[in-house]
């Protein structure tokens, strides 16, 4: 059995250099800023390794997440809980990689898994800074509450932040399962004090998982300098994020009704990428009808 031939000029086994990318600028907070003031949506996928985060990259996705939802569906884990900070740091570090290596430009953020900032902010900070340390740009968090002096500690040092609210999957215990939050008036009025004080401490985007739409339409509204990320809460926020894995038709589990398939009319994964960022631009995803909880 023989092998293909390397490429001229090229070590063995390795891939030819890729075609320069569309120049972009690159993403950062006060780029977010911009968009959202210009009323553009930001888009934001899951990637857990270089390939799929360079291919993102260059589908112009603007916010790359390394989730702990790694978890399930990379380590087969029946939640987030199990992730460590090492395995966390160890994602972030070979999104890292594969942005650098094509000179990728979007903006990058890393979960803080389950465990790793609960004691106090001085256990919040060492572990936000072991994902800085791996290439992260922004660490998020899960909770509201107790978590904002953590946020103050934290963008008091440096380090920007991404607040999660509704639906938390670290807690889902707490919460009895995957449900909607914020349904009836007490709920919904907890949840908006959370994230305006979210805000206030400095968090500086929002992901708003499973709460109605208008609810996050009306959050939106109420929080200029927090950028909203809707993922099942409707298209009333300022950006979208879904795991790569659903939006590709790939699930262990049931599939979420909120997602879309984007790899099924795609003819790669990079062109189903582009779907979705298109699709999010022009307002034609998610569909508002599927999250009248």
């Not at 909770?143 to 904002?148: D, K, P």
Request: aromatic share 6%.
């Amino acid at each position: 059995m023989t092998s293909p031939a390397a490429t001229p000029g090229t070590p063995y086994g390795t891939l030819p250099p890729a075609s320069p990318l569309p120049q972009r600028r690159p993403i950062s907070l006060p780029r977010l800023a911009q968009m959202r003031a210009a009323g553009e949506k930001i888009t934001m996928l899951t990637a857990y390794d270089a390939t799929f985060a360079a291919v993102a990259d260059a589908a112009g996705v603007e916010c790359i997440l390394v989730g702990d939802s790694l978890g399930m569906v990379c380590q087969g884990l029946p939640s987030t809980v199990g992730v460590s900070l090492e395995t966390m740091a160890y994602h972030t570090a070979s999104v890292a990689r594969g942005l650098h290596r094509v000179q990728g430009t979007a903006w990058l953020v890393a979960d803080l898994p389950y465990g790793s900032y609960h004691e106090s902010p001085e256990q919040a900070l060492r572990s936000a800074c072991q994902l800085m340390q791996a290439g992260a740009h922004m660490v998020k968090l899960e909770g509201g509450g107790w978590t904002a002096p953590t946020v103050r500690f934290l963008v008091e040092r440096g380090i920007p932040v991404c607040a999660h609210l509704g639906l938390t999957p670290q807690t889902v215990h707490a919460l009895g399962g995957y449900r909607v939050q914020g349904k009836d008036d007490v709920a919904a009025a907890e949840l908006r004090r959370h994230a305006l004080e979210l805000q206030a401490a400095g968090a500086s985007m929002l992901v708003l998982e499973m709460v109605p739409a208008p609810l996050a339409t009306s959050l939106t509204a109420e929080l200029p300098h927090c950028h909203t990320i809707g993922i099942g809460a409707g298209n009333g926020t300022a950006g979208q994020v879904l795991v790569l894995h659903d939006m590709l038709g790939m699930n262990l589990g049931k599939m979420p009704r909120f997602v879309r398939n984007f790899m099924h009319d795609a003819g790669s994964i990079k062109g189903a990428m582009q779907a979705y960022v298109q699709a999010v631009k022009d307002g034609s995803f998610p569909d508002n009808a599927l999250h009248a909880w």
